[in-house]
């Protein structure tokens, strides 16, 4: 298994341009979580979805929008790239059950927005 | 205020010490995860626990849910156990699947 995986590793991107960061897990894990990492900042939640077809915002969701059509991808959508979105983004899932819930992180996006 | 605390910010060792890294909650939780990241960035789980004590390894993790608090222990610190390790609770209630992280221990140790 390559459990969670994401593209690009790193991007640059221009003020007010969008992109899709791309996330993929073949655990059959039904929840997933976008959470962006700054420099001296706890992980933040941006996104998560507990099956396809289910999101819910997290911590900070301004700026950011999500999918959830099947069960293995969950894609986070940048529409006008700000400054501030200038972060590291990993995506990670869980196997839900009362008794055992273990995250798997992606390898992590780097993104400068300038 | 970030509800998850973590000391030391910054430990340095050197090979075999004993290093202990604490982390403090406010929040109910359900459980707290213990969470390594490596100078490459990637994230790694590795503990999971509610209750008592778990170990894997030259790794130990111990929670007390009474006074809020849980330790991450490394016996025979490793060069290689350089990282930053994060603390992150579970919120309990209804939705158990948020984590509020710590904002990490960086430890680096010496040969």
């Known amino acids: 298994n390559a459990g969670v995986t994401q593209t690009p590793k790193f991007r640059i991107l221009k003020i007010g341009q969008s992109m899709t960061l791309q996330c993929t897990q073949d655990m059959n894990h039904n929840y997933m979580y976008w959470y962006r990492q700054d420099p001296g900042m706890g992980l933040k939640l941006i996104y998560y979805s507990v099956g396809a077809g289910i999101t819910d915002k997290g911590e900070v969701p301004n700026g950011y929008n999500v999918s959830r059509s099947t069960t293995e991808d969950f894609p986070l959508r940048l529409e006008l790239a700000a400054p501030s979105q200038t972060s590291v983004y990993f995506c990670?899932?869980?196997?839900?059950?009362?008794?055992?819930?273990?995250?798997?992180f992606g390898p992590g996006t780097r993104l400068t927005v300038l | 205020k970030n509800e998850v605390e973590q000391s030391p910010q910054n430990l340095t060792a050197q090979e075999g010490e004993f290093i202990t890294i604490n982390c403090s909650y406010s929040v109910g939780i359900s459980a707290l995860h213990w969470l390594q990241q490596h100078p490459g960035g990637g994230i790694v789980s590795l503990f999971m626990l509610s209750s008592g004590k778990k170990k894997h390894g030259r790794l130990i993790a111990t929670i007390n849910i009474q006074e809020k608090h849980s330790s991450l222990h490394i016996t025979a610190s490793h060069p290689r156990d350089s990282a930053v390790y994060i603390c992150a609770a579970l919120n309990s209630g209804g939705s158990n699947y948020k984590l509020t992280f710590g904002k990490g221990t960086l430890l680096t140790v010496n040969p």
């Open positions: 990670a899932s869980s196997a839900q059950t009362i008794e055992y819930n273990e995250q798997f």
